[in-house]
């Protein structure tokens, strides 16, 4: 006997017994003494024992066989090299299959030559008894089980032929059973349709064939008895498969296993009409006529084509497929959750449910994509667009490594099993068998492991990206007739949306989608779900216009489509905002880039000052120019602007919130500013004022600052002024410069003397100023003063200056409080616009932002020194502390505030909206309605009448509390 561990090289782990079996009293492929193989032949053959999933089991097998079927069968393998890769392929894979060749010695032959390559189902041809068809198909299984470990077919091409092979038997066992019922099968014709794997031509070795029987009277014949004929044939057809190959499962048919075993196609029809649910058309996808009269089975299919097309438009469709397959997952025993390759997460099942739920929501108006093998209708979508190139060859790839598994698990036992094993031992056999051997850097299992993992997590991925992809439902949403852009229904259509320029958009949807090239095709599929929320929009020509100057601008951008199609919401809110938003707009066609922030609702929240801040500074750093590096900060501001908007028209931030961001913007933009214009030495800070100061800002909002400086020591006042004066207007004249986005005006109007006074002032003469001649509007205007930007330090001694002038002692005179009240009226009667309607002008009408402003503010003059909680620059934080501290009615409170964050709210959406500031909230019209569209999607007459009352019961509290 040789000794131990030299037949270890050629893969054998049970050396002695391996030994004996290959030595002089076995196949004699190895010298004992000689410790060698006998010959060259013997060399190859035990170099081909290596390659197989279990040498040891082959050589085990082939010796039995040997014993079994002659020393012919030893000669041959040695000197036949395509057999001896079959065969010992097929025996070092399955202990079943050698089981049969042992007890059926002659089958051997079947591996030899040509008759490997004839067609799968020729063995099964002219079978007339159950036991032939048995021994047909056992033979026809052993050529595919060869071909498939010897890599003569792919897993695809195995697939196929299995399907093949269980067509052929299906139609074979059907015959055998109308041939023992002569009489039954002259009443009913009787068409098998194949549904699940075999309906995909996808099936594996060992599984189950899912069948549906339609069966039709012949003339003359009643139909309950030729359906009674027709379940018959079907019984015995299943009574056959399951003696000769495996079971028929039916419980696909309309009621499941409590439903009638054959029906009719009107029969079916009616069901599926009335009963059917998501899951039952979803498994329809996969129906092919397969065997008996494949004539019926076609009409069966097409009848049935406009139901399967449609299960889609269900409002429920997409959450059931999606709640099947979480079911399916919970179902899984918990041991075995981890090891599942079809069922568990990162299966087979999920490949095949993102596919079949794509499927069915485009295959209405794509009739590529109505296939019902999994890897033809993931084709499909590859090349129509619907998933993207990388993504689709990830699925395609972790699909046949799934499948191959599959197949090699079932193959050992020839048993159903889709569960990876734990045992070592097993796990290195399925490694092997799958061509996995040890390297210097890993071994088999570990190889074999790795490559799962990587699968696995793939598929987890793209399965969550794909079925739930919120595109998903709102295509789903669109009518059949909807999906097809031709140009013959499209002008129609575009007519019933409400386009006012049907021709007009008809052009904008041709240039979009016109051609062959992938970007039309997302372009298709994308432009049904867009029209219909822009057909929401007040004016739907509008927003389509809009997505085609984007569209234009990053067509050739590779990630551009890929995200409209694949990333979360965007598609979608892209289609709000461009219908509802010239503001959000121009932004975007400005600066195409920012579209990338609505795939991710972490990228819709503002930044705070500090961030902006540093963010800003670093942008105007990286430029030596001061004009380049102004246009580097007012870029950032831009992009920072559509943030702001976009998550305020979606809905993500109050209007106080949008005030905070807004205000932070321009924080950062004037200290970034700042920091180009500075001078050396010069301490120099810019006060907030108005909105800006009370972190209030709209949309339209200017700046609204003061410029004060301290002079460095040993300069003179003069020569500190004017570098003073130098350093401000340089930053309104960076901030004011034509650029493509929103201007910033620089308002310094609310200094010391107004336009009249001096720019910029020193902190001395802003103290000499205030204790000589300061007017009481001027301590009102201090109310909202805040240090913005410049130095700090300078920043708080100006506001201690402030709060010495803000909240005087005592109060208000009596002369001051009237004074208050007299620029108050002068304010309602000389700047409210000619010809505005004062019930409806957002700042300056009844119950509008001045009316509730100026209350509040009379009580911080009146009463701040003595009640600390108004000394806030914060509208509504004065007004909770005047309520706290019993200056104000509660109810009051409630009116002013809710006016307050109204008119507020009103007057962003109106410059939202329009893409330019107005205050005047109209009666009528598209703006109206497209403010009422974001706030609710109210009727507008219906918000206009909220409107007016609350501003009504606004000015009412105003009238008690300011003008008594």
């Known amino acids: 006997m040789a000794h131990p561990g030299h037949l270890a090289r050629y893969g054998f782990t049970d050396d002695g017994r391996s030994s004996a079996l290959a030595g002089p009293d076995g196949l004699r492929l190895w010298d004992p003494e000689t410790r060698r193989p006998t010959g060259e032949d013997a060399t190859t053959l035990l170099e081909t024992l290596y390659f197989a999933a279990d040498p040891d089991l082959a050589l085990r097998q082939l010796h039995r066989l040997v014993e079994a079927a002659g020393e012919e069968v030893r000669d041959a393998v040695l000197t036949d090299r395509a057999l001896r890769r079959r065969l010992i392929g097929v025996l070092g894979v399955s202990a079943t299959l050698g089981d049969l060749l042992v007890a059926n010695p002659q089958e051997w032959r079947e591996l030899q030559g040509e008759q490997n390559k004839r067609p799968a189902g020729y063995a099964t041809r002219d079978v007339s008894t159950v036991p032939a068809l048995r021994s047909a198909y056992r033979r026809e299984l052993l050529r595919i089980v060869a071909a498939d470990l010897t890599g003569a077919a792919d897993v695809d091409v195995t697939m196929r032929r299995l399907t093949e092979l269980a067509d052929a038997t299906l139609a074979a066992a059907l015959a055998i059973a109308s041939a023992e019922h002569p009489d039954l099968a002259a ?195 590859i090349e129509g667009g619907y998933v993207g190139l990388a993504d689709g060859e990830a699925l395609l790839r972790a699909y046949r490594f799934l499948r191959t598994v599959e197949h090699r698990l079932q193959l050992q036992r020839l048993r159903r099993t889709h569960t990876v094993p734990d045992d070592p031992a097993a796990l290195r056999w399925l490694a092997h068998a799958l061509g996995y051997r040890p390297n210097a850097a890993r071994d088999a299992v570990e190889s074999f492991r790795a490559d799962w993992v990587r699968h696995a997590q793939e598929v987890r991925r793209l399965h969550a990206k794909l079925l739930y992809r919120p595109l998903l439902e709102a295509v789903a949403r669109v009518p059949s007739e909807q999906l097809r852009l031709t140009t013959a229904a499209a002008k129609a259509r575009l007519e019933l949306l409400g386009f006012a320029d049907p021709a007009g958009a008809l052009r904008h949807i041709e240039a979009l989608t016109g051609g062959v090239s992938r970007t039309a095709a997302i372009q298709r599929q994308l432009l049904p779900v867009l029209l219909s929320e822009f057909a929401d929009a007040p004016e739907p020509d509008r927003g389509l216009l809009a997505y085609r100057q984007v569209s234009e601008k990053l067509g050739n951008t590779p990630w551009y489509l890929r995200l409209l199609r694949d990333d979360g919401p965007v598609a979608l809110r892209l289609a709000r905002l461009l219908a509802l938003s010239r503001y959000v707009t121009e932004l975007l066609v400005r600066d195409p880039e920012a579209l990338r922030l609505l795939a991710d609702d972490a990228e819709l929240v503002p930044r705070t000052a500090a961030q902006l801040g540093t963010q800003f500074a670093a942008a105007a750093a990286h430029h030596d120019d001061p004009e380049t590096a102004i246009n580097a900060v007012r870029a950032s501001r831009r992009r920072e602007l559509f943030r702001i908007a976009c998550a305020d028209l979606l809905g993500y931030l109050d209007v106080s919130s949008v005030g905070v961001a807004l205000s932070a913007v321009i924080d950062a933009t004037l200290s970034a500013t700042l920091g180009v214009t500075a001078a050396p030495g010069l301490e120099f800070a810019v006060i907030g004022m108005g909105r800006l100061g009370g972190e209030e800002t709209s949309y339209p909002s200017d700046a609204d600052v003061l410029f004060v400086y301290e002079p460095p020591p040993g300069m003179a006042e003069d020569a500190a002024s004017g570098l003073a004066l130098t350093v401000a207007e340089e930053l309104r004249r960076l901030l004011s410069r034509p650029a493509h986005d929103p201007p910033l005006g620089v308002d310094a109007d609310l200094r010391p003397e107004g336009r009249q006074g001096p720019l910029v002032r020193s902190l001395g003469a802003y103290q000499q100023y205030y204790a000589r001649w300061s007017k009481t509007w001027e301590a009102q205007a201090l109310l909202r003063a805040r240090h913005v930007a410049g130095s700090t330090d300078l920043g708080a001694r100006f506001l201690a200056l402030a709060d010495t002038v803000r909240y005087p002692d005592g109060g208000l005179t009596r002369d001051q409080i009237h004074e208050i009240r007299r620029l108050k009226a002068r ?122 009352r609350v501003a009504r019961h606004a000015r009412q509290a105003v009238e008690r509390i300011f003008s008594s």
């Open 187 to 381: 009443v009913c014709t009787v068409a098998v349709v194949a549904m699940g794997k075999c309906g995909g031509r996808e099936l594996n070795y060992v599984s189950d064939v899912d069948v549906v029987y339609v069966a039709e009277p012949a003339d003359g014949t009643d139909v309950e008895v030729a359906m009674r004929a027709g379940s018959t044939l079907a019984a015995r057809l299943m009574e056959i498969c399951g003696f000769v190959a495996w079971p028929v499962d039916a419980a696909l048919r309309p009621e499941g296993s409590r439903g009638a075993l054959v029906r009719t196609v009107a029969s079916h029809l009616a069901y599926y009409r009335k009963w059917a649910k998501t899951w039952e058309f979803q498994a329809l996808l996969k129906a092919r006529p397969a065997a008996g009269d494949l004539a019926l089975g076609e009409r069966w299919l097409q009848e049935l084509q406009p139901l399967i097309w449609s299960a889609a438009e269900r409002p429920e469709a997409v959450d059931e497929v999606r709640a099947m397959r979480r079911r399916i997952i919970e179902q899984i025993p918990r041991s075995e959750l981890d090891r599942e390759i079809k069922r568990g997460p990162g299966g087979l099942r999920d490949i095949e449910f993102a596919v079949q739920l794509l499927q069915l929501v485009h295959g209405r108006a794509d009739e590529s994509l109505r296939t019902p093998t999994t890897i033809a209708g993931l084709r499909g979508l």
């Open 827 to 948: 304010v309602d009667s000389e700047r409210l616009p000619r010809g505005a309607d004062p019930a409806t002008h957002t700042k300056l009408g009844r119950g509008g932002l001045a009316d509730v402003e100026w209350t509040v503010q009379l009580l911080q003059l009146q009463h701040g020194r003595a009640v600390h909680g108004l000394r806030t620059t914060r509208t509504l934080q004065a007004l909770e502390a005047a309520t706290e501290a019993g200056l104000v009615d509660t109810a009051d409170a409630a009116s002013l505030r809710a006016a307050w964050q109204q008119a507020s709210r009103i007057r962003n959406l109106l410059t939202l909206v329009r893409g330019r500031a107005t205050d005047q909230l109209p009666r009528q019209g598209p703006d109206l309605a497209a403010v009422a569209r974001i706030l609710g999607g109210v009727e507008p007459q219906e918000f206009l009448d909220e409107y007016l």
